[in-house]
């Protein structure tokens, strides 16, 4: 089991920043890919970024392309969202998952964290 414990979420500007961060917690956090996903009220979980275990395969949504930037600290257990030039569309709960490879879809992750609310307001 690994368990997911995502924090730094909040209510900021348009345009403004955020960092979420990730601890994990339980089986090797080295062992698993992370991503992070998001979920607007009334529409379905949605990919926004994935790094390989070793943080040297990053990937990301193409509506966060150049705004989000993904990585992680193994010796920290810790993986992070750094979150610029935030959108009222970033609005949303976001959440860390963890698989055994790094993957854009939702149901190859095997443990996922509760989320942290995001709110840009305009």
């Known amino acids: 089991q690994v368990q997911l414990v995502e924090s730094g979420g909040g209510l900021v500007q348009e345009g403004g920043s955020l960092r979420l961060s990730c601890a994990a917690s339980g089986r090797t956090f080295s062992n698993y890919a992370m991503g992070w996903f998001r979920q607007a009220p009334g529409k379905e979980r949605e990919f926004v970024a994935a790094i390989s275990w070793r943080g040297g395969n990053r990937y990301y949504a193409d509506s966060v392309k150049g705004r989000i930037t993904i990585s992680r600290d193994n010796a920290k257990n810790t993986v992070y969202l750094q979150m610029n030039s935030l959108k009222p569309e970033d609005t949303a709960v976001y959440y860390c998952?963890?698989?055994?490879?790094?993957?854009?879809?939702?149901?190859?992750?095997?443990?996922w964290g509760q989320g942290t609310q995001v709110t840009v307001s305009s």
């Open positions: 998952a963890a698989a055994f490879s790094t993957s854009q879809v939702a149901p190859e992750y095997d443990y």
